[in-house]
């Protein structure tokens, strides 16, 4: 006999923030998932989705004076799902001040591993929560932008943000 998997009951909102729409995804634990809307995105097939702007709320607060720049980091319980290597980078990812950037190698020295810039660069690129874990604070060695899962436009406008340089933005 086959056993299906547990389904786990995820809660999610959308809200227009001034880099677009933004999509939250919550467990009972914490945030899952923060992702531009634009982006496609794949859910788990064992995730039962329930809309519900409760549960979202604090993170709809929190994102909404960020981007007014009255807020310079986040309170929020994560509920973060990769490989060990993967929790690592992102955890490295928040001990990076708002308003500074490290290079991918940077950040792979500070998780142990120098030689691995490339993982550093995967691991950034599955990062579930966007902004929250600032992976937009990771550019290249040669100050270049490097990739990001919002576009660049998006990357540039949050680093210009935090570095004073983009007026703060009304969350519409």
């Known amino acids: 006999m086959v056993q299906l998997p547990a389904m786990e ?76 290597f993967q929790r690592r980078v992102w955890k490295a990812l928040q001990r990076i001040p708002y308003g500074q950037t490290r290079s991918y190698a940077e950040v792979a020295r500070q998780v142990g591993s120098p030689r691995a810039f490339r993982a550093v660069g995967q691991a950034n690129n599955r990062n579930p929560v966007a902004i929250i874990v600032p992976c937009h604070r990771v550019v290249a060695a040669a100050g270049g932008l490097g990739g990001y899962g919002g576009g660049l436009p998006t990357k540039q406008f949050l680093l210009n943000l935090e570095s004073g340089r983009q007026a703060a933005a009304a969350a519409t």
């Open 9 to 84: 009951t995820i809660y999610y909102s959308a809200v227009q923030s001034p880099v677009g729409p933004l999509r939250i995804y919550c467990s009972e634990k914490g945030l899952v998932r923060l992702e531009f809307a634009e982006g496609r995105s794949r859910m788990p097939k064992k995730w039962r989705l329930v809309k519900l702007a409760e549960k979202t709320e604090e993170i709809t607060r929190q994102l909404d004076k960020y981007f007014h720049g009255s807020r310079t980091a986040f309170d929020l319980p994560l509920d973060l799902r990769g490989t060990e």
